[in-house]
């Protein structure tokens, strides 16, 4: 075996998700490309993979770094809002559909990625329940100031109004239009972009977790006093965390406002941050791909329950109420294992009774 | 005179924040658990009096006081079959399954009572009084003030010198001990989710009778801002509570007043960010040191 290097079990683990999601995007464009998915779930496709990224961005504050953020939504604002102003902008430039795109997603990520580091800072001073409030306040001012926001655009250039519309020339457009959001988009994304988007965001978690940097943030979550005793920056690495997870989001924000002709800023509210922390917290803290398969799981699972239609949302509230009692209760807990041991109790009993058989 | 009116308006809001925010710092103290469906239990006590008074046309007072009766019902059962199977979880499984409960509220609401608002007939009649000349405070605000300050002369009375008082203050700092000492922990945690929703029944019938429009997601920005309103005076803390609760009040009529009414949430929560900034643990915190 000389020369051939092994894999660690969780580089292997990390390999698997990967390779399992991208053999579910084989199989959903085949399905799609055949006309077998309804347009229903063609629709969903993109906020599929935006919920995704934000669900595995959400879970490297919250599951590695350890610190409880309920603002998550308010990146994913800034990222769909900052994007599209310059996605749009863009446009006047060049006419490259892909390039637009490109640009307001970096674009989206960078803006998003600055204000995550601008909430970042208060995280040095705050811990726990504190910090979570911080978070929720923040995704609470950009939800009222997106709402306050009018951006125009015509031959005099931007125009920028608080409050009140700004006054544009007749043959210029509204880019942000209040509590409208944005409108007029152009619908650029496509499920692909949406997944090469995701697959980035994906490496680069594990590729950091799995770094001397990730080690330390783990360090600082498992005990923060020990881990900075023995030199971890705390500052630096809370900080790093915050602005990825936020550029992260930003992306999302802007792949996820760019599936739509309008986005509205309610979309980016309190109750979008606490569905993407369900997934995390249903997918198991510290797991990517538990975030990614929850993720998907709990969007595509209202719309499967489009049937019962009134009461979809009861049987989720329900069902979320019930995988968390049975998952972290230790009494359940013990009786659903009691019953799988049992079951594997029966099968080696066989087994063994059919080695006997075999020997007699 | 528009000044000291607009001092008024907001003492009476930060009542309301008050009231709910003791239901939510009650709670914290002694489960150390953020109870996110405390916002809906407000809504369906508002629901309960609003069928009581209109639809059955029950005087105020007996609509009151069914639906703190529903109401401390509903919290005590939700504390039994939610969260007190999780009193060993993790504080995020809690704060999931309390999300799970506040959209189990919402949407049972919605489909028992419909999404089409209500309007909510104040409990104390229209019209107000004529302080001085141009200074007009009407009922609601008046009345919403003198619940608030009983409601918080009542609490410290209780706290301070009852004996289940007593076992809540002992509970919140030691739940290991208060039990070898023969308190009987889940009976007292119990009665803190009883007395929160009983406020939070109250909170609601006079939330609503301020701002008559009664939707099933009525109760939750109220939640979060009262929350908040915890939060900024030191979860934990009664009094905290109270200077919470009317600083915000304030805080937020005067934003509406003088600056603009869409961005008024926005300084809300910039304030409170800035307060944690200087106090990390809120006004009346305690800071806690941790050991290694």
Redesign the interface.
Known sequence: MKGKKTLSKTSKNNFITMGGLLLVYVIVLILKEGGITTNLINGQLVPICAYMIMAISLNLT?GILGE?SLGHAGFMSVGAFGGVLVGTLMQEVSDSKILCLLVAVIAGGVLAALAGFLIGI?VL???G??L???T???G??I???V??LYVGLDADGLHVGF?EKPEILEEGKMIINGAMGATGIRKLSTFTFAFIVLMLCLIVIYNLIQSRTGRAIMALRDNR??AESVGINVTKYKLLVFAISAAMAGMAGTVFAYNYSTVAPTKFD?NTS?LV??FV??GG?GSMRGSLIAAALLTLLPELLREFS??R??V???V??LV??G??????RDFFAKIVGKIKSVFVRKKTAKEENANG | MEFLSNVINGISLGSIYAIIALGYTMV?GIAKM?NFAHGDVIMVGAYVCFFMTSRYNMPAVVGILLSMFVCTVLGIVIERL?YK??R???S??V???A???S??L???A??LWTSNPKVFKSVVGDGGVQLTEGLYVSHVTLVTIAVCVIIMIALTVFTGKSKMGKAMRACSEDKGAAQLMGINVNTTISITFAIGSALAAIAGVLLCSAYPNLVPTTGSMPG?KA??AA?FGG?GSIPGALIGGILLGIIEIFAKAYI?T??S??IV??V??VV??VK???LLGKKIS?K?
Not at chain 1, 327 to 332: A, D, E, M, S
Request: glycine share 4%; proline share 4%; aromatic share 10%.
């Open positions: 919250v409880l208060p001073r705050l811990r329940d504190y979570a409030i911080v929720l306040a923040f609470q001012i939800k009222s100031i709402n306050i409050i006093i020990a309190f606490i922390l369900v917290v249903l803290l009134d009461y949302m009861l989720y509230a329900i979320l109420i968390m009692l998952t972290n209760n230790p009494k359940i | 914290y953020l939610a199977p999780l060993q979880a993790t995020l499984a704060l999931i399954t999300i799970g409960m959209y189990f919402q949407n049972g919605q489909l979060i929350f908040t939060v979860i603009s869409e961005i949430d926005a929560f910039a409170l960010i944690l900034l990390p643990t809120g941790e290694v």
